[in-house]
């Protein structure tokens, strides 16, 4: 039996993560108050005790997901993964797990990556919408013919699992879009609450400047195998680990085909470490006869 460590990534948020960890971890209490210096700010008083929208600031979110991803993995006694993987931000954590990056510099690149990401969201109007049990084809061919006739952006953003894609753009694009994934048949088209269009074109603007900061930070030989979102394949290789990351911020998460690679190559125990159980639904839809479990 392989295991696949896989870790979640922004919207696993919740009041009150990470405090259990926190309270009964040594390990665990060490990273977060590391993680309070390097950021230079408590970042545990907000996660423990801030209201549903403070976390919801994506300079927040994305540092407190990776903390307490990396927290909970810290927790494990010999965890040896086979292999690793995690959803969009989640990556950073799949890449602490597999040696790759240390804690500290994972964090800043983290911390980087939402301010960065932040700033894109304020240049243009955007947002995301979640579309049910519609053929992924059907999906990719609606938003290439309302980008093309409309000259506004939607893409594919995020295949969760099938049924189940979010796409990303504009926000006049993306609601024409919606209109149209209804009446092709989906069952629904639903505009989601982020604050912008993750993973599409429009996040170019904070490319430059996460690019540097990877390319800055100094990426370990890998102890095994990290299956990108981008790639949906096994990657060790430090710098196409580096190459792959850059290409996130504006490409798809291809998690179900991720997941899909990773029972290819004989993963059959997944263990998703982090707020929430998202990863492990998404899990099950995919690939049915795997186990999964959770270290929150």
Known sequence: MKHAYIFPGQGSQFSGMGKALYDTNVKARELFE???????????????????????????????????????????????????????????????????????????????????????????????????????????????????????????????????????????GIEIACERMKAAGAKRALVLPVGGAFHSPLMAPAKEELAAAIEATVFAQAACPVYQNVVAAAVIDPSVIKKNLIDQLTGAVRWTQSVQAMVADGASHFIECGPGKVLQGLVQKIHKEAVVDGVN
């Open 34 to 172: 590391q993680a309070n210096d390097i950021l230079g700010f408590r970042i545990s008083d907000v996660m423990f005790a801030g209201t549903d929208e403070e976390l919801k600031q994506t300079n927040i979110t994305q540092p407190a997901v990776f903390l307490h991803s990396v927290a909970a993995y810290a927790t494990l006694e010999n965890a040896k993964p086979d292999m690793v993987a995690g959803h969009s931000l989640g990556e950073f954590s799949a890449l602490v797990a597999n040696g790759v990056l240390q804690f500290a510099d994972a964090l800043k690149l983290v911390s980087i990556r939402a301010k960065a990401m932040q700033k894109a969201c304020e240049i243009q109007p955007s947002t995301m919408a979640a579309v049910l049990a519609l053929a992924d084809e059907k999906v990719e061919e609606i938003c290439a013919a309302v980008t093309t006739k409309t000259g506004e952006t939607v893409v594919a953003a995020n295949y969760n699992c099938p049924g189940q894609l979010v796409i990303s753009g504009s926000v006049k």
